[in-house]
């Protein structure tokens, strides 16, 4: 078995704030994903990566940074927090992509911009 | 391109009443595993069936869901809806990518 986590579980950020959202996964899995998920929604992906040091652009891209510097860890960036956003962030893992494999969730992390 | 179309919305149902989500999909990586996930309040998704054979029943919690692939569907049923049953619930069909359309679910609400 194995664990996603995610730091931090809240995270409240100013207007125009830079936020970084980390997540480690101790799967040994190969990919990795950022999905958003706003109040009663589904997920939307943001980002995601096939492998270490690799970065591949979801549908909700715009407004967010990713970095994967090591196969067990992958941080999201918000560029700049925009005033009234409420979203849980949520971060997976899975063996290999292509649709075959179950995805891991982490617990999510709660942002909220005043 | 590939796509999936749940139930829309929201679906209530009595406690110890059937209950039975629709997906239909379109994919042509039907090699590939469909799942279903089931997100509780608060929690993360996590899976709840899997299958990539068609025409076999799946079952796990109570709940079943078998592939047809000559209809494109893969539904969701339960013979007696439990008022833990209440979540949000998404069909996920392959994509031969590494992006799944997760969608936006369907919320069961089961009412006592």
């Known amino acids: 078995g194995g664990i996603i986590t995610q730091t931090p579980k809240f995270l409240i950020g100013q207007e125009g704030q830079k936020l970084t959202l980390k997540c480690q996964q101790n799967f040994n899995h190969d990919t990795m994903y950022w999905y958003r998920q706003d109040s009663g929604k589904g997920l939307r992906l943001i980002y995601y990566s096939i492998t270490e040091n690799d970065l591949q652009k979801g549908d909700l891209s715009e407004g967010y940074d990713a970095s994967r510097e090591k196969k067990s860890s992958f941080s999201l960036t918000v560029t700049s927090a925009q005033k009234n956003e409420m979203a849980v962030f949520l971060c997976?893992?899975?063996?290999?992509?292509?649709?075959?494999?179950?995805?891991?969730f982490g617990p999510g992390t709660r942002l909220t911009v005043l | 391109g590939d796509s999936v179309t749940q139930t829309e919305g929201l679906v209530t149902v009595t406690e110890g009443l059937p209950v039975k989500l629709n997906c239909t999909y379109q994919t042509t990586y039907l090699t590939i595993a469909f799942f279903w996930y089931v997100q509780y309040l608060n929690e993360a998704p996590q899976v709840l069936l899997k299958?990539?054979?068609?025409?076999k029943r799946t079952e796990h919690q109570g709940f079943h869901a078998t592939l047809h692939k000559s209809s494109s569907s893969f539904h969701l049923q339960k013979s007696s809806a439990q008022l833990s049953d209440s979540a949000l619930y998404y069909c996920?069909?392959?994509?031969?990518?590494?992006?799944?359309?997760f969608g936006s679910g369907t919320q069961l609400t089961v009412m006592p």
């Open positions: 996920v069909p392959p994509s031969g990518s590494w992006q799944l359309i």
């Open positions: 997976a893992s899975s063996i290999v992509g292509l649709g075959g494999e179950e995805q891991y």
């Open positions: 299958s990539s054979t068609d025409n």
